[in-house]
């Protein structure tokens, strides 16, 4: 049996050895082409084709190839620049290609796996990277896209892989390394609705780390998956974007975790749905800065469930939540506020943008918190800078859309100070129109104090303000002036201020309430219904070189040259600077006080305000607006004090029309003044008077009426400033028979005048009356009882009349009045004529009474019914008609030329009497003298009628009769 195989074995072997000789030496052959000619085809054809397509030098490290296993294997691969500087190392490169390509019509790998590979990407000075330039040159013939070729790999590794990337295009050089890198794919294919799983890890030299997964198909391309980024830094991202960032990141790390997903079946869209961005311990400064110092400090940010389109170009983000940041911010000189260089980038490269697109971007972000935030604020444009700390900050923002007419919601509450406040409300981020509610409670007013050190030397010490109202801004494009709205209403309480230079209380008061406030600007413009002041105080005081307290305290000019100079500045200000509207309906003045103090002589005076109570009414800055005052207090406690008029306090320089009464005062407290001016000291006295005070157009005119009841003067004083005039005696001749003395002292003069004071004023008035009644008691009737002298010496009559006018009856009422207070004097009344006037008007009244009988309504009547009656008045008088010589212009109107010429007759012909005239005086006289004696307390004894006198002309269309007292 086994002889029989073996000679069939030799029988097949005689027969085949041709065909097995062949198959030996085929496979004898393809086994040295596989091991030794491939491998030396593959290192000739790379290093060939990098060098003569790619312009590169490529070496190999030892190639093999099993022919049998279809495997390959190269061993240090280093792919260099022309100048031989390194692109990239491969330690091995393994590739394992299945038998079965050669059935399925593909290029099948078992395995593909790179060890350590090491790749330098370098980006030159010009932007230029190394890698985009490793590629063969272009060809100059189009070739149709072709479809890709089928490849399967069913396991693709890259393991402990190195990055080095350097941007030299930067200002400063960028460079990073990323290692260790691990890239896996498994059963890739490029054909079919294949999904091709991957998994990328890599690790920065700051431990920073990218975790990369998902799938992909390649045609049609398409590829979803997630991401984790850990550890990021924030100086890399400073580092790499440089001048791009117009701020500098100190430090901090950003984490990212979320999905991705890239179609390409209808249309490209890029889609990102990120869990989580969270922030830590970010820290930002300024560039160019002087000192290192952060403007922003943002412990920790979230950013949670955020979803980007490309496609539909929108950015959604659920929620983002800033925790405990720390913000400086303040006004420079120039009230620039720092925190906009944070986003002035004057480098953004604006070319790489997307200029293409005309659709734009959508951002919703659903809320934005922004928790325990504090923020350091300052005013550096005044000096000593103003300081405010906002603390406990948390602001939500609810609905931010960037698509027009969407609106946010805000709520916002934090701690100013000592003070909190809160808003809620909505913003329009298109056109940025917010309407707000806004609740203000304890706002410590003192911050403001350097506000007010800048112009005044007032130290506020004290004060909370409290607030509710309603903020909008609505934008105006037309105008570019935006429409800026705040109603509601304010209180301050226990508001104190203090005298820098004097050192006592200036104002204060308990509590001031501002009822239905209403703000606007564009144009300015402030209205309340009501303000209600309790516990109103102010200190009023002259020192004792003249000046005034409100002087130092508002630094108000004290002499000509500090006028002169701040007048110039006031008018260059108005000249900027428009002034505001403001509108205040009513203010009531619940329990006010106010103090006075005059140290300009010694001893000193004081005296003050109490109980003051009263409401002002229709407050407003327009120059024609009138605000209606009604206050009452009284002086010491005991005095009563009222002050009444129009005012308007607002513009007060512009309308004034002030009266004040002051009533039961004790002459005795104003010794100082007395024993200074007068020379005497008061035993005792009673003093009530009423003050008015009118300005127009900055003009004053002041009107002081006092009443002095039971003066008595005591011993003389050793004052060298006191009037050298007999004052006792003028006492006497004021003091009427009930021992009263009533004064009228008017006072006027510009209050632009540097000289004008008003306290030195009123004393020279007194002065001078005082000399007047001295001198000539006739003289002071007029400014004692109801007007001038001119207006008390004089009576007006109509020329041909002696009926008195009522406001004549009123003067010699007046006069009467005066006389009965004054028994001593007596009154001559002359009979009164003048010469022209009283004759033509007795002509005249002789004329008309004659022509009445003819005519009986002058006024209704026609020219032809004139004519007629002058002629029948003609006749009677002179037994013949009137005789008319021709007109000479033909055009004139006939009737009226001669209504004319027979008047001109008529009235030659009425003459007066020297008894018309006498009788006519005596009338006059006798009207005097009537109208005086109408006051039944007045005696005749003491009026006396004097001779006619008919030699008086005037050019005046009255008749005045003087009056003469003895």
């Known amino acids: 049996m086994l002889i029989n195989s073996k000679n069939s074995i030799t029988v097949f072997l005689r027969q085949h050895w041709i065909k097995l000789s062949i198959a030996s030496i085929s496979i004898a052959a393809y086994a040295l082409l596989g091991f030794f ?18 312009h590169r030098h490529l070496t190999l490290g030892e190639v093999t190839f099993n022919p049998f296993t279809l495997t390959a294997r190269i061993h240090a691969i280093k792919l260099m620049e022309a100048d031989k500087s390194s692109i990239a190392n491969i330690n091995d490169l393994l590739v394992d290609v299945e038998m079965s390509s050669l059935w399925h019509r593909a290029y099948v790998f078992k395995q593909v796996r790179i060890d350590t590979p090491s790749i330098t990407a370098l980006i030159d000075s010009n932007g230029n990277l190394n890698l985009a330039a490793i590629k063969p040159a272009s060809t100059t013939k189009t070739q149709s896209s072709a479809p890709l070729p089928r ?67 390649v045609q049609p391309f398409s590829a979803n998956g997630a991401m984790k980024i850990v550890g990021l830094k924030a100086s890399t991202i400073q580092s790499y ?3 791009k960032l117009p701020f500098i990141l100190g430090s901090g790390t950003l984490d990212i975790e979320g999905k991705y997903q890239v179609t390409t079946n209808n249309q490209f869209d890029i889609s990102l749905a990120l869990a989580n961005i969270h922030v830590s311990d970010v820290h930002v400064q300024p560039k160019n800065a002087s000192e290192q110092k952060d403007w922003l400090a943002l412990p920790q940010v979230n950013v949670a469930d955020t979803a980007i389109s490309l496609h539909e170009r929108a950015i959604n983000i659920k929620r983002i939540d800033v925790d405990d940041a720390n913000i400086q911010a303040w006004l420079d000189e120039h009230r620039k506020l720092n925190l906009l260089q944070l986003l002035n980038n004057q480098n953004d490269d604006k070319s790489h943008g997307d200029s293409n697109s005309t659709t734009p971007w959508n951002t919703l972000i659903g809320a934005i918190n922004l928790n325990r935030a504090t923020v350091h604020a300052e005013d550096h444009s005044i000096i000593p800078a103003a300081q405010f700390t906002l603390s406990s900050a948390q602001v939500q923002l609810q609905n931010f859309n960037t698509a027009p007419t969407s609106k946010m919601d805000v709520n916002v509450q934090l701690n100013i100070g000592s003070g909190q406040l809160s808003a809620q409300g909505a913003v329009q981020l298109d056109t940025s129109n917010t309407t707000l509610q806004i609740h203000l409670n304890g706002f410590p007013l003192p911050s403001l104090q350097n506000y007010i050190a800048q112009t005044t030397d007032i130290i506020l010490y004290s004060g909370t303000l409290n607030s509710d109202g309603n903020f909008i801004y609505k934008g105006n494009a037309a105008t570019q002036s935006p429409l800026i709205q705040y109603t509601g209403t304010a209180e301050v309480n226990n508001f104190s201020t203090h005298d820098k230079a004097a050192g006592g209380d200036f104002i204060k008061w308990k509590q001031l309430q501002l009822q239905s406030l209403r703000y606007a600007m ?28 409100v002087q130092h305290a508002l630094r108000l000019p004290t002499n000509k040259n500090e006028s002169t100079s701040r007048s110039d500045v006031t008018l260059e200000t108005k000249a900027v600077t428009p002034a505001i509207k403001i509108q205040i309906a009513k203010v009531i003045v619940e329990n006010g006080a106010a103090d006075f103090s005059d140290d300009s002589i010694q001893p000193s005076f004081s005296a003050g305000i109490e109980n003051l109570n009263g409401e002002i009414t229709g407050l407003s800055t327009n120059n024609t607006s009138r605000a209606s005052v009604k206050l009452e207090g009284s002086v010491d406690n005991y005095a009563p004090v009222s002050i009444n008029g129009d005012v308007n306090f607002l513009a007060a320089s512009a309308f004034s029309d002030l009266s004040m009464e002051f009533r039961n005062i004790d002459l005795t407290s104003f010794n100082p003044y007395s024993g200074k001016f007068a020379g005497y000291n008061i035993e005792k006295g009673k003093l009530a008077t009423t003050l008015h005070y009118s300005i127009v157009d900055r003009k004053l005119d002041a009107q002081h009426h006092i009443v002095v009841d039971q003066l008595e003067f005591g011993k003389a004083t050793d004052s060298k400033d006191a009037v050298s005039l007999p004052v006792k005696l003028a006492v006497a001749l004021l003091k009427d028979r009930n021992g009263i003395i009533e004064l009228d002292l008017p006072v006027s003069g510009s209050l632009d005048d540097p000289e004008f004071h008003a306290g030195s004023i009123i004393w020279r008035a007194l002065k001078n009356l005082l000399i007047k009644v001295v001198s000539s008691p006739f003289s002071a009737l007029g400014s004692l009882f109801g007007g001038n002298s001119d207006e008390l010496a004089f009576v007006e009559f109509a020329p041909g009349s002696a009926l008195l006018s009522e406001v004549e009856k009123d003067k010699l009422n007046k006069l009467s009045h005066a006389l009965v207070e004054r028994p001593q004097l007596k009154l001559d009344i002359p009979g009164t004529t003048v010469v022209d006037a009283d004759i033509q008007a007795l002509s005249k009244m002789a004329f008309d009474t004659a022509l009445a009988k003819y005519l009986s309504n002058t006024s209704s009547a026609t020219p032809q019914q004139r004519l007629e009656a002058l002629t029948s008045l003609y006749k009677e008088k002179t037994g013949k008609l009137p005789e008319f010589s021709a007109v000479a212009d033909k055009k004139a109107d006939v009737t009226a030329e001669r209504i004319t010429a027979i008047q001109k007759q008529l009235l030659a012909i009425f003459t007066i009497s020297n008894d018309d005239r006498d009788n006519l005086a005596d009338q006059r006289a006798g009207a005097v003298e009537a109208q005086l004696l109408s006051n039944s307390e007045l005696s005749a004894d003491r009026l006396y009628k004097v001779t006619t006198d008919h030699s008086i002309k005037s050019s005046l269309e009255v008749v005045r009769m003087e009056l003469k007292l003895e």
Do not use: C
């Open 37 to 54: 000619w491939v491998p030396r085809l593959i290192r000739d054809n790379a290093i060939n084709y990098v060098e003569t397509q790619l």
């Open 151 to 217: 490849i399967h790999i069913d396991r693709f590794e890259l393991l402990k892989g190195e990055l080095k990337f350097a941007d030299h295009s930067r200002s400063k050089l960028f460079d990073v390394e990323l290692k260790p890198i691990t890239f896996t794919l498994q059963n890739f294919r490029t054909e079919g609705e294949h999904e091709n799983a991957f998994h990328f890890t890599a690790l920065s030299d700051e431990h920073e780390s990218l975790d990369w997964r998902g799938d992909f198909m």
């Open 522 to 549: 564009a144009p300015d413009q402030l209205n309340i219904d009501k303000i209600v002041a309790r516990g109103l105080y102010g200190r009023m005081a002259i020192n004792a070189d003249t000046t005034t307290n």
């Open 241 to 243: 974007l440089q001048d």
